[in-house]
């Protein structure tokens, strides 16, 4: 017997559309490996349209009030609590997360940031007007940027599309967003949802490949670009955004080093790392992946975190004691498994290194020891359950491993010695230091890193304010 695939579709000017070629991509879920879905593999045509549509809804979408657009926002957030449950199966099967843990650290707060750029929307700040100029007096201006061309990842599909489109929208912007190819489940379902509070044109959602993205990005219409995503991607887009010098907002890649001092509770800050390096199968940007620990206590560390490793769970999505669920498709399996088969002969696997099971993409929960600041897998991102060791023997050295890659998103100090920490805050070259925890984050902070980990910042008010543009108004008082 064969089972009918469920069929995607675009989201465009109000209405779901196939792509206008009839294209489609299988869509896997990767706790099975099996393909349960086919999605639009949209072209220039079905970038056009969305473009058009935008802009088309754009004026009215400008000139409503940020109390109208509060409004909507806050009816986006209790329809997401509303539907929950059909928004936790689509994420779920988009990606294999567990089920219980989608449910608990996703919707909150992917709800909560909803109805924080509501709130952010009525309280955009300029300067006060003022003469600065004799017989002038001088205003400033917040508006939004215009159409916006977004592109989010395959690691969180919702909450990365919820911290696109909720500061774009209350800004007064509309929007064209793309989900991964491997990931449109959920963000399909969201544009139903979205869709029937919004008008039409404000909220575009088209499926696609890297080649769908490319052509959003290179359409004329779009004012900004934002993409959360591989360096690679970000470089590219940066590059193809130049052409027509649109504003480009990235989140890129991480490398977030975890600086150990000897004076940690190190049971408390085992427990804590390895949930933050292993959650989400390590597929998080800030994941707790570098970990850097003072020599003196190097050995006892890395004892304490294999045998966590070992007892941390990984398995299918109704199963209530795993962390983590899989790797999100194929490639990123063999990107996982090519760094541990690349090991140099230093390195010492302490727990995992291998692939579990033989159906989907999970991958046991890996520590890696005796590595060097220039290997592979220090430098760049796994993206994958693996957590890796080192030792310093003093601060300085210390900061010189942290620093010492191209990335530079997120990044957290263990220590008892306030001024100690207080230092190392200071010198850490990243976009955002945790003292004795690693990976919480709230609506009310910013997001965002520096070098190749990129630029623009999610979340809180400086991450609204990127989706707005600056004008000077004069006037003469004569």
């Known amino acids: 017997m064969t089972t009918e695939l469920r069929r995607l579709r675009n989201y465009i000017n109000g209405e779901f559309r196939d792509a206008a070629d009839g294209r489609t991509i299988d869509v896997v879920n990767p706790a099975t490996g099996e393909v349960y879905a086919t999605s639009p ?40 609590e509303e539907r929950a449950e059909e928004l936790i199966a689509a994420e779920v099967e988009n990606t294999g997360k567990p089920v219980a843990l989608t449910a608990s650290e996703e919707i909150p707060p992917m709800v909560d940031q909803i109805r924080f750029f509501a709130g952010a929307a009525r309280l955009l700040e300029g300067r006060s007007a003022g003469e600065y100029m004799e017989g002038m007096t001088s205003i400033v201006r917040r508006e939004p940027v215009g159409v916006c061309a977004q592109v989010a990842p395959w690691n969180y599909p919702m909450m990365m599309a919820v911290w696109k489109f909720a500061p774009a929208l209350a800004a007064g912007n509309t929007v064209v967003l793309k989900p991964s190819d491997t990931t449109p489940a959920s963000t399909v379902l969201m544009a139903e949802i979205i869709g029937s509070i919004v008008p039409k044109g404000v909220f575009n959602v088209v499926c696609g490949d890297r080649e769908t993205g490319k052509a959003m990005v290179e359409h004329p219409t779009p004012a900004m670009a934002s993409i959360t995503g591989s360096v690679r991607a970000g470089m590219q887009v940066a590059e193809s955004a130049a052409k027509d010098v649109k504003r480009v907002h990235l989140e890129l890649g991480g490398k977030a080093p975890v600086v150990v001092f000897e004076d940690t509770d190190i ?72 760094f541990i088969d690349r090991l140099p002969a230093h390195a010492k696997v ?57 990335y530079a998103l997120a990044s957290s100090v263990w220590t008892k010695d306030h001024a100690r920490a207080m230092r190392m805050s200071k010198a850490l070259d990243f976009g955002c230091v945790w003292i004795n925890t690693h990976i919480p984050l709230v609506a009310e902070m910013p997001h965002g890193g520096y070098k190749k980990s990129g630029y623009g910042k999610d979340l809180s008010a400086y991450g609204f304010e990127d989706y707005t543009r600056i004008k000077h108004v004069m006037t003469s008082l004569g």
Not at 275 to 280: H, Q, S, T
Not at 281 to 301: M, P
Not at 378 to 394: H, L, Y
Request: with cysteine.
């Open 41 to 80: 593999l949209s072209g220039q045509a079905d970038v056009d349209a969305a473009m058009e549509a935008a802009a088309a809804a754009f004026p009215a979408w400008r000139d409503s009030t940020p109390s109208e657009r509060q409004k909507v926002l806050l009816k986006i957030a209790d329809a997401f």
């Open 267 to 338: 049971e408390k800050a085992v427990e804590d790392i390895s949930v933050a390096g292993f959650f989400n199968a390590g597929q998080d940007c800030t994941a707790a992946t570098r970990v850097l620990v003072h020599e003196s206590i190097h050995d006892e560390f890395v004892a304490a975190l294999a045998k966590a490793a070992a007892e941390t769970k990984t398995g299918q999505p109704d199963d209530e004691d795993v962390l983590y669920g899989p790797l999100n498709n194929a490639n990123q399996l063999k990107q996982v498994t090519g």
């Open 350 to 406: 302490e727990a995992g290194g291998h692939r579990v099971g033989d159906k989907g993409y999970f991958y046991a929960p890996t520590v890696v020891s005796g590595l060097k600041q220039d290997d592979e897998i220090v430098q760049n991102e796994v993206f994958g359950p693996v957590i890796t060791v080192q030792s310093f023997t003093d601060e300085a050295q210390a900061l010189e491993f942290a620093n010492g890659v191209e």
